[in-house]
């Protein structure tokens, strides 16, 4: 099974630029669903607690997710995206 992690990338905080919000394994179809479920409903850090209104919009394929949430005073914007581990050093110490 592929190894997954969904990122947020918080477009209007400097602090909390870049997260990993989940990592986990499972198929492709998996993961896709995984990322849109974050992108309707998650939380990441600059994201107001109490949203009024969340809009979610879709970039070419099903890897990114745009979203606007809309709190009382502030709006926030984020990118969710989804990434499979390709590579990783430990795989060819073990070799």
């Known amino acids: 099974m592929a190894q ?4 947020a990338e918080n477009c209007d905080s400097e602090i909390h630029r870049f997260q990993t919000v989940k990592k986990f394994e499972g198929t492709r179809e998996e993961a896709q669903a995984q990322l849109r479920a974050v992108a309707e409903s998650g939380h990441v850090n600059g994201m107001p607690y109490s949203p009024k209104r969340r809009m979610v919009f879709r970039y070419g394929g099903e890897d990114a997710y745009y979203v606007r949430v809309y709190g009382k005073l502030s709006r926030t914007r984020v990118v969710f995206r989804l990434a499979e581990l390709v590579f990783d050093t430990d795989w060819t ?3």
């Open 93 to 95: 110490d073990k070799n």
């Open 4 to 7: 997954w992690v969904i990122t």
